[in-house]
Structure formats: C-alpha cells, structure tokens
C-alpha cells in the first residue's frame, strides 16, 4: 500500500546551515503518528515542507503518492498551526464558510459541514461570535473545525491541545480518534507527551534535525516505562 506520507533523504537548509538533515521517513495510511522533540531541533520546518509551505533544499516528499508540492496532493489535506489565527473581524461562522470555499464545497455541503464540524469541536453557540473576542483555546476549536472540513483524509496538527483545559483536552482526545477509527491519517507534534501515548500508535523522535527512532509506540516504549522516560533517554539533558 502506499504510504500517505513518504520522505527520502529530505535535507533543509537556512544560510548554508543543515535545519533538517537527509530525514526518511513514511507514515501508514489510517495511523496516528507523532512527530515529537525538543523545540528548535526541526519539526516544523519538516511539517512546513510536508505542506509544501517551504521546499527541501533536497531529497522527495510524497504525499499519498504524489509530490508535495502539487496542489493535489493538498487536495485532502487538514491542518491545524499551534498559533492558529483567525482575522479578529470574523466570526467563526464566517471564518469556516471561507474555508470551505476554499475546498470547493457546494453551499448545501457548506451548510451540513459547518453544523457537525462546530457540534464536533462544542462551539456551536459560538459559531456567530467574532473571533476577537475568542478565548485562544476557543480559536483552537474553531482552528480544528476548519482543519476537518471536508473530512480530510491526512490531518496534520501542531500542538492541537496548545490553550485546551483538561475538558478540552480530553474532547479534543475523542476528535481524533473517531477520526482514526474512520481512516484518516494523523500526523501530530505535541509537547503532552501523556496524551500522545492515549491518541498515537506510532511515534518518531527528532533532535537536531535528524530522526533518532522511529516506530510503532509498542515496540519504542518497553512495558515498565513511559514514553516520557525514552523520550528522555534520546534527547534529554545528557544527550550532548
């Protein structure tokens, strides 16, 4: 089957300086996978080239079988930016209606789209309200609603739980795996590492631009430990 997410030898560099250093990489179809490490080493650069947002200085990306940088392989395709901004003279509404014009949506399938995706992330009696006077967590659940319009089918998010409480923490946990049991495909980077064992099935550790493991979560953490203490392991204090 072909990998939703392929790289081969990725390599980015800014001013002559390797950011992400000749990076193999494939992400299953119907996985969720997270990308994790410590800030600066080169995630979001990874994620930014996946989105075709910025090129590899070299090496392939694919996207379920086509090259990043065509517009079809954006075709369905959801994302979500950990600051995730929405133009403060929006409403939430308004915000989703000019996504899904975007996507190409029928105004029949607009209208449908907009109720389960703001019944979804509970923002339904916010929906109407301008996004100026949204809490960021609420910006976070408008972000996602966007991010699954038209029912993507690779979904990629950068810290989706940044400015959830617990509550929202754990609804956003139920999102993403109804999403996964339907067969999207996730790719996420988080900090919580907590909840990355309760959502992921597969995992890669990043430091200093290069993968260090790669794997299913089951085979990376042994049975007595977490995967806070291998995460540790690779890339903590005494990893120098």
């Known amino acids: 089957m072909t990998p939703m997410i392929k790289l081969q030898g990725v390599t980015k560099k800014f001013g002559g300086e390797p ?75 308004e915000y989703l209606r000019r996504t899904a014009a975007l996507l190409g949506l029928s105004r029949e399938r607009t209208s449908e789209e907009m109720k389960r995706v ?46 959830l409480d617990p509550v929202g923490i754990k609804e956003m946990r139920i999102i993403l795996e109804n999403m996964q049991r339907s067969g999207t495909t996730i790719m996420l980077n988080s900090h919580i590492l907590s909840e990355v064992e309760k959502i992921c099935d597969t995992v890669a550790i990043m430091d200093k631009g290069q993968i260090l493991v790669k794997g299913l979560l089951r085979d990376i953490v042994p049975e007595n430990e977490s995967l806070e203490d291998v995460f540790v392991r690779y890339v903590g204090i005494d990893h120098e």
């Open 19 to 93: 950011v992400v250093k000749q990076v193999d990489l494939e992400i299953e179809k119907g996985s969720t996978f997270a990308l994790l490490g410590p800030n600066g080493v080169g995630k979001t650069t990874l994620v930014r080239m996946m989105l075709s947002f910025s090129r590899p200085t070299s090496g392939v990306i694919m996207i379920n079988g086509v090259p990043a940088m065509r517009p079809e392989a954006r075709k369905s395709t959801g994302y979500l930016a950990e600051q995730h901004l929405i133009p403060p003279h929006l409403s939430g509404q």
């Open 118 to 163: 703001l019944s979804l992330c509970r923002m339904t009696d916010k929906g109407h309200v301008s996004a100026a006077k949204y809490s960021k967590g609420m910006r976070q659940r408008i972000g996602l609603a966007a991010a699954i319009m038209g029912s993507p089918e690779l979904l990629i998010l950068d810290e989706p739980v940044s400015g």
